[in-house]
């Protein structure tokens, strides 16, 4: 699978697929979506470290969490995310985290997002969270980001503030 589409929109034939990344092909493609994210985000000056990649990836596979999810237009990888699952600190009542959601630029405005959000959804309720949560911390369009989860039902309860460059 190749996250690279040409440069161009994707034809309007096919349908975006949504499922749950299942081998190495899949982190592979996870893997170069990573590297366009990371490109693309406030982030793109720190060091990608694969191998740390990989092992979440490896995690993900093994256990189920975090989940790994893998957007597809015709087989070829067009989004990702990956989602925990955990604790809060005060009550053991579980929540979902996503980590990342990413849709490559390419299938930005299609159905890529929605669907991720979709089966995001689907996979906290399969593991009794009580909630989702999505942080946008990348830098990339925020405010677009911002319209799209509200339209999606999600509610703005705070915002993600940093201090860059804490040792200067």
Do not use: C
């Not at 982030?43 to 975090?66: K, S, Y």
């Not at 999810?69 to 579980?94: C, K, N, Q, T």
């Not at 969270?129 to 911002?146: E, F, K, Q, Y």
């Amino acid at each position: 699978m190749n996250a690279d589409t040409g440069g161009g929109k994707l034809p309007a034939a096919g349908r975006v697929r949504v499922r749950l990344a299942q081998n190495a092909a899949d982190l592979a493609a996870m893997m170069a979506l990573g590297r366009q994210l990371h490109a693309q985000s406030r982030f793109h000056g720190l060091v990608l470290d694969e191998v740390r990649l990989a092992e979440i990836g490896r995690r993900g596979l093994e256990d189920g969490n975090p989940g790994l999810l893998i957007a597809e237009h015709d087989g070829i990888a067009v989004g990702m995310a990956i989602v925990i699952l955990g604790e809060y600190f005060f009550s053991p009542a579980r929540t979902a985290t996503v980590q990342l959601i990413y849709v490559a630029p390419t299938a930005r405005g299609g159905p890529a997002a929605v669907k991720l959000l979709r089966a995001l959804r689907a996979w906290a309720r399969q593991n009794q969270a009580h909630d989702l949560h999505v942080n946008v911390t990348t830098g990339i369009d925020a405010a677009r980001t911002d319209r799209f989860l509200r339209r999606m039902g999600f509610l703005q309860t705070g915002g993600n503030y940093v201090l860059e460059a804490v040792d200067g």
